[in-house]
Nanobody, 122 residues
């Protein structure tokens, strides 16, 4: 079992930045790929970013490419999503997820955090 806890969400103006963190506990963190997904009210959960088990490969949704950066700190058992140039459309609950392979498909991640709210005002 892996437990995931997100932090760092909040309210920010358009054009601003936020840094989300996901702390993992339980089984060996370094053996897992990590992903971030988000869900806005009335919309399906969507892929945001993912990073491979060793951090060598990263993947981004087109909507966030060039603005968001995913990274992992194995020493701290955490993964970070640095978000810049935020837009009102980025408003959503952001979820951290953990799985055996980096994927854009949410079903490939068996472990999920509770989510953290990000609100971007115009």
């Amino acid at each position: 079992q892996v437990q995931l806890v997100e932090s760092g969400g909040g309210l920010v103006q358009a054009g601003g930045s936020l840094r989300l963190s996901c702390a993992a506990s339980g089984r060996t963190f370094s053996g897992y790929a990590m992903g971030w997904f988000r869900q806005a009210p009335g919309r399906e959960r969507e892929f945001v970013a993912a990073i491979s088990e060793l951090g060598l490969n990263t993947y981004y949704a087109d909507s966030v490419k060039g603005r968001f950066t995913i990274s992992r700190d194995s020493a701290k058992n955490s993964v970070v999503l640095q978000m810049t140039s935020l837009k009102p459309d980025d408003t959503a609950v952001y979820y951290c997820a953990c799985g055996s392979t980096a994927s854009t498909w949410s079903a490939r991640y068996p472990y999920w955090g509770q989510g953290t709210q990000v609100t971007v005002s115009s």
